[in-house]
Nanobody, 121 residues
Framework: QVQLVESGGGLVQAGGSLRLSCAAS????????MGWLRQAPGKEREFVAA????????YYAESVKGRFTISRDNAKNTVYLQMNSLKPEDTAVYYC??????????????WGQGTQVTVSS
């Protein structure tokens, strides 16, 4: 089992950048594929980005491709989401998630509590 804690959210102007971090507990972090998902007010949760357990493979939603970068540091039990060129439509609660699989996945068992990202126009 893994526990996840996100940080790094906040208020930023359109065009700005933020880096989200997700710290995971446990000794088996490198056995989990990781992802970021988000949920805007009144909308369903949507997939943002995923990374395989080695960090060698990544996958992005079309809406963030070229602007967001997911990465992980298995020595620090942390996954990151670098968000550049932010748009007001990126405003949402961002969730870190984990699944015990070596593969890229959009389905997750373990979730963090979320961190708010607000992009002003």
């Amino acid at each position: 089992q893994v526990q996840l804690v996100e940080s790094g959210g906040g208020l930023v102007q359109a065009g700005g950048s933020l880096r989200l971090s997700c710290a995971a507990s446990g000794r088996t972090f490198s056995s989990y594929a990781m992802g970021w998902l988000r949920q805007a007010p009144g909308k369903e949760r949507e997939f943002v980005a995923a990374v395989s357990w080695t960090g060698g493979s990544t996958y992005y939603a079309e809406s963030v491709k070229g602007r967001f970068t997911i990465s992980r540091d298995n020595a620090k039990n942390t996954v990151y989401l670098q968000m550049n060129s932010l748009k007001p439509e990126d405003t949402a609660v961002y969730y870190c998630a984990a699944e015990r699989t070596p593969l890229i996945t959009r389905e997750y068992t373990y979730w963090g509590q979320g961190t708010q990202v607000t992009v002003s126009s």
